[in-house]
């Protein structure tokens, strides 16, 4: 089984950018496609940035495309969000994830978080004056 530890988070001003990492030990990522999950107070767990990896094809949360990139170092076995001009909006609990399905292809499937299976413990964002 797949362990996620994510790191990155913390408290930044609106307008200001974080980079989010997800290190996996255990398995190597080119098993799973990989995505970003994000829970606010009071809010339903929602899909961020999701990669697969039979073709590197992404999907992005329309509301955030253009802001949060997503991105995967296989020799580090490590997957990156890099996240852009952040509003309050943005602050939640962000998670990794992993779905055993590796052939997702995001330019013509949404991603869907009943498809994750193993999840890391999440790392905190706070964005606020």
């Known amino acids: 089984q797949v362990q996620l530890v994510e790191s990155g988070g913390g408290l930044v001003q609106p307008g200001g950018s974080l980079r989010l990492s997800c290190a996996a030990s255990?398995?190597?990522?080119?098993?799973?496609?990989i995505g970003w999950f994000r829970q606010a107070p009071g809010k339903e767990r929602e899909a961020v940035s999701c990669?697969?990896?039979?073709?590197?094809?992404?999907y992005y949360s329309a509301s955030l495309k253009g802001r949060f990139t997503i991105s995967k170092d296989n020799a580090k076995n490590t997957v990156y969000l890099e996240m852009a001009n952040l509003k309050p909006e943005d602050t939640a609990v962000y998670y990794c994830?992993?779905?055993?399905?590796?052939?997702?292809?995001?330019?013509?499937?949404?991603?869907?978080?009943?498809?994750?299976?193993?999840w890391g413990q999440g790392t905190q964002v706070t964005v606020s004056s």
């Open positions: 255990g398995r190597t990522l080119d098993y799973y496609s």
């Open positions: 990669i697969s990896s039979r073709d590197g094809s992404t």
């Open positions: 994830a992993t779905d055993p399905v590796w052939v997702r292809d995001y330019t013509n499937e949404h991603c869907r978080v009943a498809d994750f299976t193993s």
